[in-house]
Nanobody
Framework: QVQLVESGGGSVQAGGSLRISCAAS????????MGWFRQAPGKERERVAT????????YYGDSVQGRFTISQDNTKNTLYLEMNSLKPEDSAMYYC?????????????????WGQGTQVIVSA
């Protein structure tokens, strides 16, 4: 089992920056992918960014490409999402997720473990 705990959400003005964190515990060895999803009220949960620890590659959704950066600190078992040039449309609950076995990491139904979420609000 893997436990994920997000932190660092909050309120920020448009154009500002925020970094959210996801602390992982339990059997975190050799996870296939870890990533961030977000869900705004009335909308479906969408994939934001994914990291693939085995080969170091990353993926970003089109809406955040060039503004967000996903990273990991393996010494702390922590996943980060650095968010810059924030826009009001980035406002959402942000969830950390992880997948054990190789496969698709692009849909929330494919992920094995989830955190409880951290709220990000971007005001105009």
């Amino acid at each position: 089992q893997v436990q994920l705990v997000e932190s660092g959400g909050g309120s920020v003005q448009a154009g500002g920056s925020l970094r959210i964190s996801c602390a992982a515990s339990g059997y975190t060895y050799n996870l296939y992918c870890m990533g961030w999803f977000r869900q705004a009220p009335g909308k479906e949960r969408e994939r934001v960014a994914t990291a693939y620890p085995r080969d170091g590659t990353t993926y970003y959704g089109d809406s955040v490409q060039g503004r967000f950066t996903i990273s990991q600190d393996n010494t702390k078992n922590t996943l980060y999402l650095e968010m810059n040039s924030l826009k009001p449309e980035d406002s959402a609950m942000y969830y950390c997720a992880a997948k054990r076995a190789a496969g698709f990491c692009d849909e929330d139904r494919a992920m094995d473990y989830w955190g409880q979420g951290t709220q990000v609000i971007v005001s105009a």
